[in-house]
């Protein structure tokens, strides 16, 4: 039997700097991927039909000129493309309604959020109720933090992981709500899935554990139906040991911590038979 | 009439940047004030209300936590209102985004004269006179050279409805004309407009130009495309460009008369002599192991990585633009940098960026002279400049560091470098190669050009001065960039372009200029150029060194493809005309002739300049100090100087990790915190090799001898590599030069003992790296890094920059500064002489000294050799270099980056005509680590450094305590590492994150 790997997509261009160790991440998984400029996506919107796993890697989408991934946010919600006037935004919601899924890295998270599909309250992917913004420190900054999974999360990205260390690098990486009931409803139906910790896995929100101030320690949050999942830290940049900032003196696995996110997206392809096969 | 989109934070959020704002001024001016911040749009065109609205109510603010203003200004909070806006022509990043989503939403396409511009209103709200508030708006939010700011106070902000909706456009400008200079006027009145225009030509020059001109055949030529024999300012500019310091190194190339104890000798080019010397002995020596490529022909450097990619690596200067503006001038620089080595061969992807600054120390007290910026304002400026430059681009920035003297108060030295990796072979050619034929289109590709940076190379090769220019500043646009990059590195894997270049220094006329000389010759329209606004004279557009810009030459069969994939990708590409053989350097506008020069005479033209070098040796009689009391508190002091003190503050700030490539990273140890000696970097994610990558810079030796600075920088630059796990048979150097001017004149009586200093340098450049068998694959130099105003001259030390890049098969056998584990032997490597001069524990005490560190070069390669071999054994646990501070430095380094403490004697160090504990501990010696190890290792350590001094100096302990005994076995240090972090973490705690 031919062997057929799972193709995957990576958003690139116009800002985005994370597709090739994303890429190398999905590589070493198990998926296919094709790198496509999002230039591209105005010309064939519907081209991310033909994949199971969509990811949007970090970077600085139009170099965050009116506020981080804000540009190309609204071009996907007010841009009307194609004869039919379709805008980019249907697309993505068609496409999470086949079951597949969706992963936003940093910036990526940031134009999930900006766009209103995370947290996506009560299906509604229409409107924006958080916002990442300016990290309490004023700063951007380069640190490793620790991250608690959130069990009892439908978020099929994070299923079985406990605590893991990643880096963050952003300047806007502070969860805000638009209102009180919109964090009750976030925490109330779990779309909270990463959680700010210290080394031992207690949540906190002292820096530099929570580095930027988000309220409940949010790092990552996932829509209700668990296959959409933004995260502040970048998984990418912890899939090898040496990538560890103290290999050289501790004990590290040669696999790092944020392959498990990858694998997990494969794992729920495979299962669900969203696309390819693979030799057992 | 324009509208205004005001953006302020809704009622209950945090205005995270106007908190930020406040605490700074309360921190560097003393004002205790509130401070909010509104962004301001100012729109100049035709919208619908509708789309105005959804401008107001989505897209300019953060619906979350802010509110937007259509045509109304924000309510004021506070008692005076300050706008900042960029003055006309300044690129507007911010409001180019704003303009290209407008585009996409509205369907509206902006003509000329429409436009979107940005600025920032800042509410203050305390009791400041207005004196104060302009202090505010210059000091720090507002810099006059690239903003206009306003000030209003409540009752001016409420009567006149806010600041006003006024658009910064550039006006219609002239009518594009060419001027021509009369040629056979008298040499003075040609010297005169040479002042006036900043062409920065010699007596010499305009001599040899004038003979050029006047020759018969050359006029005859001239005549058939239209031109008299009087040269047109585009013909000038590009002669005056094409030969400054900037663009031919001219002082590098000059014939030197040197005289050194009386000895006189002619040197012919340094250049030639000692750095192109010493690469090509270098290459010959290592026979079938060089691994050099390319040298000192293109943008950068290229050496071999692994059997499928080569590295290209370059360092450049940004100065003055950095001295003018902070922000912008350093932004330039990196995103400058990054086009050498993607203009190299035929395109490298940026892999890594490295920045060394030199400032006047932060916390500086005295007076500012004319033009010159407060030295933090400086720091802060330059750091933000290349966090987004580097941040915004993608590429991490691995290595540096920052180094502090007065005399960088004149000029800051901003040392930006990138390096790339490409495949060795593209379309099947060697990828370092290239070659534009006769035919292919000339293709401008990335930005637009505007009047930014015009006369850039001129203007660097002449002092800052109260005359400087201040259009030589630019903003630079990562994004563009960026997006330019990703679509250039897929034309070249196509194979549709022949040849690559970068348009930096000089603009067109230069990147153009140089790559004619393939099929020598080219036919250029100036009028096709894409222009940011109307009124550029053609010399403007020749000249103009605006941002982002590629330039690539491709054949006829492939044109059509690659202005195709361009539109695609959001990029603009424009033929601006063709490669030619007819030995002419041809440009038009509007289909008439503008310039028409042989190539020849505009490449090789250039008289050689003849200079005169003195050397003097300089011994300072001075007083020496007694021994410290407290030995704790002298370990602090030095810790805490602005040289040797922890940067984290910066370092956290520049993404060091995007690309996946980190290895060993600027910050390590138990709580990440340490200082690193080198970055590791894995560029090809599917390989287990890793490139190296440190700097070595000492320009506190400068004041002695520059010989022995160069030996130590150059000594830093390869012991803090090997400390890091590098390997010494496969090492490259980069040179960068930053000199006070070294011609002598009227003005600058010091010329020929700066020339001898330069030299000197030089020589140690040539002896060093041959003793190594490091050669230099690329550098640079920037040799007018003075200050003149009036009676006041600021002249920076002599500078160099020595960047080194080595390639390890196996990027895990790489090591770390921190101490491992308890129990651990701790050894000193290396011989520490009473080399004092220039040390930073002399410094502390307001000494100079008199005997500077000097480099014993074949024990040092042995020493390089050995602790290579020990470290690719896996007997070291931890290695550092002993720089800045000395073993004392590096002993508290090593213990607090592993919170480890350590309990050593002095008197096992090895040591040469040194009886006091103060100067064994911080003596700056070079070529030493210290090094732990396990204790059942220390057989085999032993017989490996059979040949290499070193002392054991003692173990690591469990606790925090430093414990050290003197050379009488007295016990002179007791202090818990703690407090030694301290000390080392505080500068940049108080003044800069507090």
Same mark, same amino acid.
């Given at each position: 039997m031919k062997k057929m790997k799972p193709k995957s997509l990576i958003l690139t261009g116009?800002?985005?700097?994370?597709?090739y160790e994303t890429a190398h991440a999905h590589t070493l998984v198990g998926f296919e991927p094709d790198l496509l400029h999002i230039n591209g996506l105005v010309e064939?919107?519907?081209?991310?039909?033909?994949?199971t796993f969509l990811t949007l890697p970090g970077g600085f989408l139009d170099g965050?000129?009116?506020?981080?991934a804000k540009a190309q946010a609204v071009r996907w919600r007010y841009q009307k493309i194609g004869e039919k006037g379709k805008r980019f935004v249907d697309e993505l919601i068609e496409f999470v309604a086949k079951g597949k899924i969706i992963l936003g890295i940093c910036n990526g998270f940031q134009l999930l959020v900006k766009t209103g599909l995370?947290?996506?309250?009560?299906?509604?992917?229409?409107?924006?109720?958080v916002t990442l913004t300016f990290n309490d420190s004023g700063r951007f900054e380069d640190r490793w933090v620790y991250l608690r999974g959130? !069990?009892?999360? &439908?978020c099929i990205f994070t299923k079985d992981i406990d605590t893991i260390y990643l880096p963050v690098r952003h300047g806007e990486g502070k969860l805000i709500v638009d209102a009180s009931e919109t964090l009750g409803q976030i925490r109330k139906d779990g779309h909270i899935v990463m959680q700010y910790c210290d080394e031992r896995g207690h949540v906190t929100p002292e820096y530099p554990y929570n580095p930027n101030g988000s309220v409940d320690s949010a790092a990552g949050l996932c829509d209700e139906t668990g296959r959409i999942f933004g995260l502040?830290?970048?998984?990418?940049?912890?899939?090898?040991?040496? !990538?560890?900032? &103290?290999w050289t003196r501790e004990q590290v696995?040669?696999?790092?911590?944020?392959?498990r996110i990858f694998q997990n997206a494969f794992k729920y392809v495979i299962e669900n038979q969203l696309g390819g096969t693979i030799d057992e | 009439m324009a509208h205004r989109i005001e953006i302020a934070y809704k009622a209950?959020?945090?205005d995270v940047p106007g908190e930020k704002l406040k605490k700074k001024i309360k921190r560097d001016m003393g004002f205790d004030v509130e401070a909010k911040v509104v962004d301001a749009y100012i729109i100049d065109a035709p919208l619908s209300a509708d789309i105005l609205n959804t401008l107001k109510t989505d897209v300019f603010v953060d619906p979350v936590i802010q509110e937007g203003y259509l045509d109304e200004p924000a309510p004021m909070e506070g008692d005076w209102a300050i706008e900042v806006s960029f003055k006309?022509?300044?690129?507007d990043n911010v409001g180019r985004t704003a303009r290209e989503v407008i585009e996409s939403l509205s369907g509206h396409r902006f003509e000329g004269g429409e436009g979107v511009y940005t600025s920032r209103v800042y509410f203050i709200k305390g009791t400041l006179s207005e004196t104060d508030v302009i202090r505010l708006a210059e000091d720090m939010l507002a810099n006059t050279v690239i903003n206009r700011y306003v000030c209003k106070n409540g009752a001016q902000y409420e009567q006149e409805r806010g600041?006003?909706?006024?658009a910064p456009t550039m006006g219609?400008?002239?009518?594009p004309t060419v001027e021509v200079f009369?040629?056979?006027?008298?040499l003075k009145e040609i010297m005169r407009i040479n002042r006036e225009r900043t062409w920065a030509l010699s007596a010499d020059e305009l001599r040899a130009i004038r003979r050029y001109f006047l020759a018969k055949n050359v006029i005859e030529a001239r005549n058939k495309v239209g031109l008299t024999e009087s040269p047109t300012d585009v013909e000038m500019e590009a002669l005056a460009q094409t030969w400054s310091e900037h663009c031919k190194h001219k002082i590098f190339n000059a014939v030197i008369e040197y005289e050194e104890d009386g000895k006189k000798n002619t040197i012919d080019s340094l250049f030639k002599t000692y750095v192109m010397g010493s690469t090509d002995t270098i290459r010959r020596k290592k026979?079938?192991?060089?691994?050099?490529?390319?040298?000192?022909?293109?943008?950068a450097g290229v050496i071999r990585f692994n059997k499928k990619f080569n590295l290209a690596f370059k360092v450049e200067t940004h100065n003055t633009p950095s001295a003018l503006d902070p922000y912008g001038g350093a932004l330039t620089g990196i995103v400058g940098v990054n086009r050498d080595p993607f203009g190299t061969g035929m395109g490298a992807k940026l892999v890594f960026n490295t920045d060394v600054f030199c400032f006047a120390p932060p916390d500086y007290r005295g007076s500012i002279p004319p033009r010159l910026l407060h030295p933090k304002r400086v720091l802060e400026g330059v750091r933000e400049g290349v966090e987004h430059g580097g941040n915004k681009s993608g590429i991490p920035t691995v290595n540096g560091s920052l180094v502090f003297d007065?005399?960088?108060?004149g000029k800051p030295l901003v040392f930006c470098g990138t390096c790339g990796i490409m495949p060795r072979m593209i379309q099947g050619k060697p990828s370092y190669e290239k070659k534009a034929c006769k035919g292919d289109a000339i293709i401008m590709v990335g930005g637009r050009i505007g009047?930014?940076?015009?006369?850039g190379a001129t203007f660097s090769s002449e002092e800052l001065s109260?005359?400087?220019?201040?259009?030589a500043v630019q903003i630079g646009d990562p994004i563009t960039q960026k997006r330019m990059t990703d679509f250039l590195l897929v034309a070249r894997d196509r194979g549709l372009y022949t040849s690559i270049t970068d348009n930096g220094a000089g603009g067109l006329s230069s990147s153009v200029g140089e790559m004619a000389e393939d099929t020598n010759g080219c036919i250029v329209h100036l009028d096709r150029a894409p222009l940011k606004?109307?009124?550029?004279l053609p010399w403007e557009i020749l000249l103009?060194?605006?941002?982002?810009r590629m330039n690539v030459a491709v054949s006829p069969e492939n044109l059509d493809k690659f202005l195709d994939l361009s539109k695609k990708m959001n990029v603009t590409s424009t033929v601006l005309g063709e490669f030619t053989d007819t030995g002419k350097f041809h440009i038009l506008y509007g289909g008439k002739t503008v310039a028409y020069l042989d190539m020849d005479f505009l490449h090789h033209g250039l008289p050689k300049m003849k200079l005169a070098a003195k050397w003097e040796r300089k011994i300072r009689d001075e007083k020496p100090i007694g021994e410290p009391q407290n030995y704790g508190d002298a370990l602090m002091a030095i810790l805490g100087r602005w040289n040797v003190c922890s940067k984290e503050y910066v370092v956290r700030q520049y993404d060091h990790e995007v690309q996946g490539g980190?290895?060993?990273?600027p910050l390590t140890g138990l709580n990440d915190n340490g200082p690193s000696d080198a970055a590791v970097v894995r560029?090809?994610?599917?390989?287990?090799e890793g490139a190296v990558v440190s700097h070595g810079i000492c320009p506190k030796y400068s004041a002695f001898d520059t010989y022995h600075m160069m030996a130590c920088a150059i000594d830093e630059a390869i012991r803090n590599n090997i400390a890091t796990g590098g390997s010494l048979d496969r090492m490259a150097l980069l040179d960068n030069f930053c000199w006070s001017d070294p011609v002598l004149s009227e003005r600058n009586p010091e010329g020929s003992y700066k020339l001898a200093q330069l030299v000197r340098a030089n020589k140690a450049l040539h002896d060093y790296t041959t003793l190594f068998g490091t050669p230099c694959i690329s550098g640079k130099d920037s040799m007018k890094n003075d200050y003149m105003f009036q009676d006041i001259k600021i002249s920076v030390p002599q500078t160099i920059l020595v960047s080194c890049l080595s390639v390890i098969?196996?990027?895990?056998?790489v090591m770390t500064i921190?101490?491992?584990?308890?129990g651990d032997l701790v050894i000193v490597v290396g011989t520490t002489y009473a080399?004092?001069?220039?040390t930073e524990y002399f410094s502390e005490y307001g000494l100079m000294g008199n005997i500077p560190p000097k480099v014993r070069g074949p024990l040092a390669k042995k020493t390089f050799k050995t602790v290579q071999k020990a470290i690719g054994m896996g007997i070291i646990r931890s290695c550092h270099d002993a720089s800045d501070g000395g073993m004392g430095c590096a002993l508290a380094e090593s213990a607090f980056a592993g919170g480890l403490g350590v309990d050593v004697s002095l008197a096992a160090a090895p040591l040469v005509a040194i009886f006091r504990d103060d100067f064994l501990l911080f003596s700056e010696s070079p070529s030493r680590f210290i090094i732990s190890v396990k204790e059942e290792d220390l057989g085999t350590f032993t017989t490996l450094f059979k040949s290499v001094p070193f002392g054991v100096l003692g173990k690591t302990r469990k606790d925090k305590r430093f414990v050290v005994r003197g050379?009488?076995?007295?016990?002179i240090l007791d202090i818990s590492i703690d407090a030694l972090l301290d000390a080392w973490q505080m500068p940049f705690k108080k003044h800069f994150s507090a």
């Open positions: 116009n800002g985005i700097n994370c597709e064939d919107p519907a081209a991310i039909h033909k994949y965050d000129d009116l506020g981080s995370l947290p996506g309250l009560k299906g509604n992917y229409d409107t924006q109720t959130n !069990q009892f999360s &439908r502040m830290p970048h998984p990418e940049a912890f899939i090898h040991q040496t !990538q560890h900032p &103290r696995g040669e696999v790092g911590d944020g392959l | 209950g959020t945090r006309p022509g300044v690129t600041m006003g909706a006024h219609r400008g002239h009518e009369p040629i056979t006027t008298g026979g079938r192991k060089d691994f050099c490529l390319s040298v000192f022909k293109d943008n007065m005399n960088y108060l009047k930014d940076g015009i006369h109260e005359v400087s220019p201040t259009s606004y109307q009124g550029l103009s060194e605006a941002q982002e980190s290895v060993i990273k560029p090809d994610l599917d390989s287990q098969k196996d990027m895990k056998k921190d101490f491992k584990g308890p080399e004092m001069g220039g050379l009488q076995g007295k016990q």
